[in-house]
């Protein structure tokens, strides 16, 4: 990697960009890391120079890129951080500070998760974008853990797809979170990742052919008939890590996995999407039921798309998603697609990304509640880790939860009182009852009874939620003191 390599990506990103801070952040870094050499045998100062092309490529803003070109330094080298802070200023070196912050942890074992998780979300709270550089750290390392002892790659590729992945997913990151789930993949599960690569290989080309001539048909259709300009069409391969878990949900067989290659139409605006499904549906006949539009009606978390499935060429079922330019930055990149280089506004971006953020906080009160690490570990695993669902007040506010939760989460989510008042609910205006799984988009009202003492025992095995179980068990504790001491009283 070189620094004009990195120059070319921001001024083909940013015409215009002054770069002149970028090569002065080269020169003292360079300058700091000489003579020092990675594991892998490089000179050091390719490690952040890699850093930083990936957050260049991410079209990342400038202070972001830089701080990665210098994000060793404090830790590695005789140079101070508050060196960098008079040379490049205190945004910069904030950003550096957040990273060496995220290196130092003391602890082994179980604890060491549970704090390297809690720096995580504190960074994420502070200023996202260390995380960032964080993960485009991480990329590289594991892209030359092959130097390192087997020790180490195995801590190292377990901790990025047991934390890192996680969090890139929750922040909607999705590209970066495949490329750490990937580049992890044959460190921890290496048999796994053997067996996928190889059942996986002649379907990959055999699909990859039907894509390709699904795509000729597609771009001769839209460019006899109709005006639409097409930014990108593509067929892209799903990862290796994602089909493996999609392989173990379809019963170890790779047959039931249809969207091995998914098809991908980026257009320039929202009139162009409709359109290119106009002419796909003519093209094909659609499959009931299976055409959505997250474009008048975006998912919760904000994504923005057309999609359609249909029996394509030879009557093949084929998946299609239409999106603009801008959506489709924001499906790939989640919260970093605020950070973008032509988002000058650092206070503006930082208000927005916190505010999208706000449940890290509740994450990180929680651990402040005096909670052992293996408690806070176990209930992050059961609410954070699981694939979250979107349900919505009668308002219209959307309440996030893990996958599996049940009105009684659901009532305990909005405020304690309401759960332990909780008589009833009604899923979508039906009556429901209390264990019925939530589903993404459904409504739920809780019906209270005022006179209610509190809750009942089974709802411990009828809540999914840590948070949920904790308040029953408080108020369960706070009604049997009740119950001795009136028992004694008498
Ligand atoms: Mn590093």
Known sequence: MTIERILEVIGKNNPGADLDLVRLAYDFANEAHRGQKRHSGDDYIQHPLETAYKLAEYNLDMATIIAGILHDVPEETGRTLSEIEKNFGLEIARLVEGITKLGKIKYRGLERYAENLRKMFMAIAEDVRVVFIKFADRIH????????????????????????????????????????????????????????????????????????????????????????????????????????????????????????????????????CYRVLGHIHQLWPPVPGRI?????????????????????????????QIRTQKMHEEAELGVAAHWLYKDKNIKENLKISQEKLKWIQGLLDEKDNGKTPKHYLNSLKLDFFKNRIFVFTPKGDVIDLPEGATPIDFAYHIHSDIGNKCAGAKVNDKIATLQTPLKSGDVVEIIIDKNRKGPSENWLSIAQTHAARDKIKAALRKSSRLNIFKFFGK
């Open 292 to 320: 959505k539009d997250y474009i008048a009606q975006p998912k919760p978390n904000g994504y923005q798309s057309l999609h359609t499935t249909v029996f394509g060429p030879d009557g093949r079922i084929t998946e299609f």
């Open 141 to 272: 390392n594991l892209k030359t853990l092959y130097s390192l002892t087997p020790v180490k790659q195995q801590r190292i590729a377990r901790e990025s797809l047991e934390i890192y992945a996680p969090i890139a997913n929750r922040l909607g990151m999705e590209e970066i979170k495949g490329e750490l789930e990937d580049l992890s993949f044959p460190y921890v599960y290496p048999e796994e990742y053997k067996w996928v690569l190889d059942i996986s290989k002649k379907r990959y080309e055999e699909q990859k052919r039907f894509t390709d001539r699904v795509i000729k048909i597609i771009q001769k259709e839209l460019l006899e008939n109709s005006s639409v300009k097409i930014v990108k069409l593509e067929g892209r391969a799903k990862r290796y890590y994602s089909l493996y878990q999609k392989i173990l949900r379809k019963d170890m067989d790779i047959n039931k996995v249809y969207d091995l290659v998914a098809l991908r139409i980026i257009v320039e605006d929202i009139e162009d």
